[in-house]
């Protein structure tokens, strides 16, 4: 029975305890509500507004943290790359590899990421046209690589303001499975001075519309204090509502896979 | 028990006869499914991209066709005005005067409404930010009049193209209950020459975004032959579609009232 | 010798002194530097953001004032209507009906405007693509009036926030001579609460790009207290520096001129 | 005698003799109008649209041809950098490191760029704030190098569509001198299938524009036959117009010099 994949951890690999606390709860309530589970952190926060803020805790040291966590955890992991070179050797650890969303045209990255073979997760550009993330995918594609999926998180309407257009969702599927990235749809970029603000209080609205709407997937990032997240703290959902979050998303998941076929020509 | 609105109808009163064709297709419907129905045609397209466009039948035979039908139905009529002398006029007939998008900001246009004494229903302009609907609200409340109802109909996105920010719905729900127009939300402004277009293929996705994110009711222009349309044809349902379409959308719209008091903050 | 024309005044009739204060010194700079003047006031602030806000003195009140200062300064007069039951009026003592961008697709109001045989100068609405402004020039001429201009007062850019797009100024100059609005293009909708902002820094910036890009005309709110304006204080010009803004505008203009036929196809 | 810089070239390193014969061209054209010359060729087109686009004729190979030009010509050179491990090598041949549009973010390319020690010019994200390039430019100065300047081409206006909002000169120039990219600026990004577009008619009325607002420098891109360009074709400026405009850029640049001090507060 097909499921939704469910990528979720905190923004940044923090700590292994933070990890391994964030991750065992995830993975037990996303069973308990039939998503396939995928641990996500990020090694590196590569593109911070301001070169002030956390970036992680050094590459070698995060990518040993993450696959002690899936190793432990029995899951797969997803994190980020940002420059071709990391292809290979975090292809060793993580099971998908995302690309962010300002790096989606970047021929290299794309090609260097399907290379490895993994899963490919790349995220719509704030400024790509939805149906535009085609040639992404064919990038990707190009390498032999058919396990590529897109995300979306967004587009920019006006100055540090984003817009989910649902209209991507659909657009999108035509030519690649669809995450929704609950957590960067709610983002407002650089929207307090030299780092980005958020607006969770719209994340379960956001994330009701795009489930009935119809995807394959979902990513939200979570912390057990959100306010002490090294970042994206304002728009992360606390971990103690993950439960009832992954219940209420299943459920307008089950209704937009319901009415997938309804067709309006 | 609350029902969700649903306000449907052509988009222009082209004829007594197809008026209570669609009129009386779309009440049984409504019926079934549970939505309260309020029967829409406009008197006058009074905003049309270019004059050489359908207009109507003119304002006086226009509103005698419309309390024809609503009497015949057993239901009650919403239609748009556009200039304030004609909110007393239009208010013997109208159950809802409505407010074009284009208009939100007419505060005689607004004080005219609501002195009447009927529901007032305002469509948010293409170019307002969700949260100063409030003053078009309140413009309508000075006059004593309390029901008063805001519409989501999209947002300019660069040229030719709206996007619906479905942010706006809780927004808006702060200060009055929001009906979603599925039809002016997949139109593309301007877009086929001397007319606007539309994308009816986004109907069934916007629609159930928004009934899962949460809404009061629901504004869908439906036709028989929706080609044959003397407006927003593009952008209709098929009259023919609107039994299914209707069905899916009490679903979702139950599912968004089932977490409509889940919140993060 | 063709003259750029200059539409300046306060924003609303405040008062016949305060009028005439500002007619008379604008009048005088925009003689020295070769503009043909007319005179600007609003005899009524129609779509004020909310409604505690000052819409005026009163319609027949504020055509009076026009009047005597029209005459005592011996220069044309232009002013907006909002209503096409106004048009004929208001005509009798404005020599130019100006269209508010909101309505800038309200089609009964374009025909009365053009009926009334007056100049006709329509803004774009914020919503409008520069090219679809066509058809509501063709409305005008519809009627047989042949006078009619285009003006420029940007773009919505996201919420609160209006973009000037420059194109916008040789594609509308394709079908009417275009007036550059620099009050309202550093308006920010909404943007204080319950009335707009403003960014009167700037105006000299956007000022000259529309000149040397190439217009026929401009539009500037000039006051010698802004802050005590009744309203947009925030983005209009003191009257203490309307002479040196003038002579940098007409410049300027002179450098949209020299280069008006320079084309790159 | 302070001078406006040009940095100006084909898209990409086509070959050595395509190179010299726009170089020395635009060299003669800008000593003539006074410009700083800047020569500019990409040594990797890295982020095409569609990955069936001709990206260069190599790295290697296109370094070497760079430095000969910039020999032969004897003026220093530009060109942009896509991953950090470039930085070094390339600052071996050019003067000016570029940091493309949609890279603007990326901390370790910016910090390596800004360790060569090297001019470095980073140009604004589609996605980005004016206000918010003060970080990016923070992130080069952290480096200990002063040295950086910051190019306009252009913000995301819904799908497909760019804007240059003018305000961004003035608001970028507080922190950092300000290029105008007069070729990106008219790019329709994605606009034709798997290729982006580009609207050349209006490059010089945009140069004009910014050119009066007040900018540092030009950026434009020139080919001999822009139809038979290896990329960017439809936005650039056919090589036997370079002559009138850059006279035509001069003196508008020397006009928005003149006014570079007048503020309204």
Redesign the interface.
């Known amino acids: 029975k097909e499921k939704p994949v469910l990528f979720s951890g905190p923004c940044a690999v923090e700590s292994f305890d933070i990890c391994m606390e964030i991750g065992s709860t995830v993975k037990k309530e996303a069973e308990k509500n039939g998503f396939s589970y995928v641990f996500k952190a990020s090694f590196d926060k590569?593109?911070?507004?301001?070169?002030g803020s956390f970036?992680g805790i050094g590459m070698d040291k995060s990518l040993e943290v993450l696959q002690r966590v899936g190793k432990e955890l029995g899951v797969p992991l997803v994190t980020d790359i940002?420059?071709?070179?990391q292809a290979a050797e975090v292809a060793e650890v993580a099971d998908v590899l995302q690309i962010p969303a300002?790096?989606c045209?970047?021929?290299?990255l794309?090609?260097a990421a399907g290379k490895t073979g993994k899963a490919i997760k790349i995220k719509r550009?704030?400024?790509?046209?939805?149906?535009?993330m085609q040639?992404a995918v064919?990038?990707v594609r190009?390498t032999g690589n058919e396990n590529v999926c897109l995300t979306e998180r967004g587009?920019?309407?006006?100055?540090?303001?984003l817009?989910?257009?649902?209209?991507s969702?659909?657009t999108m599927r035509q030519f690649a499975p669809v995450v929704f990235d609950i957590t960067h749809s709610v983002q407002q970029?650089?929207g307090q001075g030299?780092s980005s603000g958020g607006?969770?209080?719209?994340?379960?609205?956001?994330a009701?519309?795009?489930?009935?709407?119809?995807v394959d997937g979902f990513f939200i990032e979570t912390h057990p204090e959100p306010a002490k997240a090294l970042s994206d703290g304002p728009n992360m959902?606390?971990l103690n509502?993950m439960p009832?979050?992954l219940q209420?998303l299943k459920?307008?998941w089950e209704?937009?896979r319901k009415?997938a076929a309804?067709?309006?020509?």
């Open positions: 590569a593109n911070r507004t301001s070169s970036r940002h420059e071709s070179y300002f790096l045209r970047q021929t290299d794309l090609l550009g704030q400024f790509m046209a939805p149906e535009d040639y064919d990038k190009s587009f920019s309407l006006g100055y540090h303001n817009v989910v257009d649902m209209r969702l659909p970029p650089g030299g607006q969770r209080e719209f994340a379960p609205f956001l009701r519309a795009a489930a009935a709407t119809g959902i606390p509502r009832d979050f209420m459920e307008c209704m937009g009415y309804f067709k309006i020509e």
